[in-house]
């Protein structure tokens, strides 16, 4: 076979898994960057292997055994785990390296299963399993493979599967709200959702501290990784905010990220709109926030396709 030809059946094999195995690195490691390097660590093994490749095994699964495996590597020489600054109790010591879990980008062709399934509760509960057990889950209820298969991606037998299984799910329900919020979302119906978000980001652009407060549950949290310091409930959230966030103005662009609303905000200083956050809410069945989540790395705009630039008031 020709160096083209043997490109070409490569690539022909590959293309048609490469978003969903990204989305499955990311639900593993939490973070978007980590996801990239372990797909395509996973996609150089491939490229590797493809000439011993002959069919014996479906495809998918020959695929997801390899990037699974990159996952779990890079989970054995990671320390600490990513998480978000509200999984942290207060008597918790101090991150000696920070690691904070990341948002993803919408796919706009994601199925109503494909998004919950990276939900920024669910990603978060996930980093609390141990490697294997994540694996093991997501494998069997996010990606549908049976027991047999997931036993043969993770080298082990169907009834280890059955019982990392068992004690995955109990550990994760433990830390899952009870409806997910595509669930929550679609009982609010489109309209209802949108004009929450108009309304979020009339708030913040104007730079009302009432306004946005009352669009909080009164239980809601508020945090910003990597800061590690996060706000609970509508009072202390409402004493922060016009020291914090709100002391500069502030620009909202809707977005969407984890299946969830979200924005990509911009703060004024010296007269130029300079990239700041990207801001995810959690809402509930009655349509207040719960929860809020800026996260401070303008260097992941890119991937939300927002803008790199800065630019002047006018």
């Given amino acids: 076979m020709s160096a083209a030809a043997y490109e070409a059946e490569y690539q022909q094999l590959i293309e048609p898994h490469r978003r969903e195995l990204h989305a499955h690195c990311y639900r593993m490691l939490g973070s978007v960057q980590d996801a990239e ?40 020489r990671r320390k600490g785990k990513r998480e978000l600054p509200i999984d942290r109790g207060p008597d918790e010591p101090p991150l000696t390296e920070t690691a904070w879990l990341e948002p993803y980008p919408d796919d706009p062709g994601a199925s109503y299963e494909q998004r919950e399934s990276v939900e920024l509760a669910f990603i978060a ?98 945090s910003m990784p990597p800061i590690a310091e996060w706000y609970r409930g509508q009072e202390p959230i409402r004493a922060f905010l016009p020291t914090g966030p709100l002391s500069i103005p502030r620009v909202f662009v809707p977005i969407h990220a984890n299946g969830q609303p979200a924005f990509g905000t911009y703060k004024l200083i010296d007269g130029v709109w300079l990239r700041n956050a990207i801001h995810v809410i959690t809402l509930d069945a009655a349509g207040a926030i719960t929860d809020a989540v800026a996260f401070l790395d303008v260097e992941l705009f890119p991937r939300f396709g927002l803008s790199e630039d800065a630019w002047k008031s006018d």
């Fill in 125 to 222: 509960a996930l980093q609390h399993l141990p490697a294997t057990q994540r694996a093991v889950l997501i494998l069997r209820e996010v990606l549908g493979f049976s027991a047999k298969e997931v036993a043969e991606i993770c080298d082990t037998t169907p009834a280890s599967v059955n019982s990392a299984m068992q004690r995955a799910r109990a550990a994760i329900d433990e830390r899952l709200p009870r409806q997910s919020q595509q669930a929550t979302l679609q009982a609010l119906g489109d309209e209802q959702v949108r004009a929450i978000v108009e309304r979020y980001v009339a708030a913040w652009n104007r730079g009302d501290v009432d306004a946005v407060v009352a669009m909080l549950a009164e239980d809601a949290t508020f």
């Fill in 37 to 76: 390097d372990a797909l395509q660590e996973a996609l150089l093994r491939a490229w590797k292997a493809f000439d011993r490749f002959e069919g014996r095994a479906q495809p998918k699964t020959w695929l997801y055994r390899i990037a699974t495996n990159a996952c779990l590597d890079a989970l054995a």
